[in-house]
């Protein structure tokens, strides 16, 4: 017996919702790494992939409301990746969590949301903030000019104030960070600059509360973009930054590190991938002392240095200079290929005869849908 039951649609609410996934499988291998003591892990080989679902709904022409899901550990806000044969073994359930759940403004010249989001700052590269992190509290843009006419094209405040850790006492208390970013452009948007301030109070030197002592980052920002070309599109990037926290007079920090608070990426971008058939190379080299960024909040990408031998998840991939290679190709306007090289080696030795070291390559493959 068949039953065909009928329900009217809501033609409005349909038009207001949007729904947006993506999928990534990876490739990936290390080799030649080797440990503060000397030794060298075994070379590995992984095959990893990543799913994010995501809703936006249109309140009214001002308001929206937004949340995504995504794969990967729980505890582990850099790595939403999952390793083929890796989660448990035998074949066991893959964990699911939200990385996004926000309500959103958008005026004409101020945006600004609540919850949890997108970092509301401009940037080149994931070598400061890695794109899998998401902050939560309150992010603010508001732009005070935007014209194609004239020397300036742009000016914006870009802000937020975001809780790492609330502790249940005053905000002042709470493990916070606080941005403030100017962004600028100029002559028809080919030079565009990116001062800032970041603001990182009582986060503790390890991540998932396994830290031994607790420390404040205060991150000047300068960064550039000048766009050479157009066709085909070139641009060249750099980012410096200095921490200007004094550490010398600390009995927590090690004393080989009290002095390692300033980094600096440089980068060269050409083509893109918006259309089939579209190709793009970039190059990054990238210098960051230790205390530079706060390494369990930056990229993942470069090395295999972690925390997993502390109790935590995040990766300690600060301390460092390396290059990276990205070639990428465009099979669709939603589906592309990018292939990433990295060596890297430490800046200051940890073990006594022995340099830290590692080299990576990986192959994605990302479909939107």
Avoid at 247 to 266: K, L
Wanted: with cysteine; hydrophobic share 35%.
């Amino acid at each position: 017996m068949c039953v065909n039951v009928f329900a009217q649609v809501d033609s409005t609410a349909q038009k207001n919702l949007e729904f947006v996934a993506d999928f990534r499988f990876r490739v990936e291998h290390d080799w030649d790494g080797v440990r503060t003591d000397g030794s060298s892990p075994d070379d590995r080989s992984r095959l990893r992939y990543r799913f994010r679902l995501g809703l936006n709904y249109t309140l009214d022409k001002n308001s929206s409301f937004g949340a995504r899901i995504r794969s990967g550990r729980l505890d582990d806000q850099q790595g939403p990746h999952v390793t083929l044969g890796g989660n448990n073994g035998e074949f066991g359930l893959v964990s699911i969590g939200f990385e996004k759940l926000f309500y959103q403004y958008k005026g004409d010249k101020l945006k600004f949301w609540v919850g949890k989001n997108s970092l509301p700052l401009k940037k080149l590269n994931e070598l400061f903030w890695n794109d899998n992190v998401f902050p939560e509290g309150l992010g603010l843009n508001y732009k005070f000019l935007e014209s194609q006419e004239g020397i300036i094209n742009k000016v914006a405040l870009n802000a937020g104030h975001f809780i790492i850790k609330s502790l249940g006492q005053s905000f002042n208390k709470d493990r916070f960070a606080q941005f403030y970013q100017v962004e600028l452009a100029l002559f028809q948007d080919k030079f565009r600059f990116y001062p800032a301030f970041y603001a990182f109070r009582n986060v503790g030197d390890i991540p998932d509360g396994q830290e031994t002592f607790n420390l404040d980052y205060s991150i000047l920002h300068l960064g550039a973009e000048w766009s050479v070309l157009n066709k085909p599109k070139l641009s060249l990037g750099i980012d410096y930054y200095t921490n200007l926290e004094e550490y010398q007079n600390s009995d927590a920090v090690p004393v080989e590190f009290q002095d390692q608070t300033d980094g600096f990426v440089v980068s060269a971008k050409l083509g893109g991938l918006k259309k089939k058939g579209n190709w793009q190379l970039h190059l990054y080299y990238a210098y960051l002392q230790r205390y530079a960024v706060v390494d369990y909040f930056a990229q993942n990408d470069w090395v295999r240095w972690d925390y997993s031998s502390q109790g935590a998840t995040g990766s300690r991939i600060t301390n460092f200079q390396g290059v990276e290679l990205r070639i990428g190709y465009a099979i669709k306007s939603n589906m592309n290929l990018i292939l990433r090289g990295y060596v890297v080696e430490d800046l200051v030795q940890l073990g006594e005869d022995f340099q830290e070291s590692g080299s990576r390559i990986r192959l994605d493959m990302n479909i939107k849908f």
